[in-house]
């Protein structure tokens, strides 16, 4: 439900009302920092799931940028909530999500690429090959390797090979990238 007409309910509370009011006003000032405070400490999902179906369906690069905000800071239903919507966000939150891709924090650069997977584009793959083709984590190029098999060109299926042989005593990386190249014919 839109945030606009969730704030018209004359069913909410005056305190629920209150923190969408917040919320509203956090997106307004295009406020990411704002925004994760009040979602983060936010229990009611309602709350919760209003601000991300408004969040998604917002211009520019805010959604993204404040999406990546709680992917990374989130308790885990909402960093899983924030992944989900980042997906439905598509080609938008490419580049805020290949910002990730050179975090220090390992687990990040994997949700930044579970949310790219969701995206199924091709520019999501480039983004993940290049990742998997320069990440010192196993963990981060195999992820970035179901990226590449689920929204890959045929043209990736070589740079497959380059990633696993950076990984020679990981036969899953092997095994992996050799199942991507298969899927991209």
């Known amino acids: 439900m839109p945030l606009i007409r969730a704030l018209k309910r004359s069913s909410l509370s005056e ?3 209150a923190r969408l009011a917040a919320v509203r006003d956090a997106m307004e000032a295009n406020s990411a920092q704002e925004l994760a405070t009040l979602l983060i400490g936010e229990a009611d999902g309602f709350v919760r799931e209003t601000a991300l179906t408004h969040l998604a369906r917002l211009d520019g690069e805010f959604p993204a940028q404040a999406l990546v905000r709680l992917m990374r800071e ?4 909402l960093r899983n909530a924030a992944i989900e ?4 966000l598509g080609e938008r ?13 390992v ?3 994997i949700y930044a690429l579970t949310a790219l997977q969701l995206i199924e584009s091709p520019r999501a793959a480039e983004v993940a090959l290049d990742a998997a083709l320069k990440d010192a ?3 981060v190029c195999a992820a970035a390797i179901d990226v590449v098999a689920e929204s890959g060109a045929r043209a990736m299926a070589a740079a497959l090979s380059e990633v696993a042989a950076r990984f020679p005593d990981r036969p899953y990386i092997a095994f992996a990238a050799h199942a991507a190249q ?3 014919g």
């Open 182 to 184: 298969h899927r991209l």
């Open 137 to 139: 984590d196993v963990n």
């Open 93 to 105: 939150a490419i580049d805020a999500l290949a910002g990730v891709l050179v975090d220090a924090d």
């Open 74 to 77: 989130g308790d885990t239903a």
């Open 15 to 17: 305190d629920v009302r």
């Open 107 to 109: 687990d990040a650069r």
């Open 85 to 88: 919507t980042l997906g439905s």
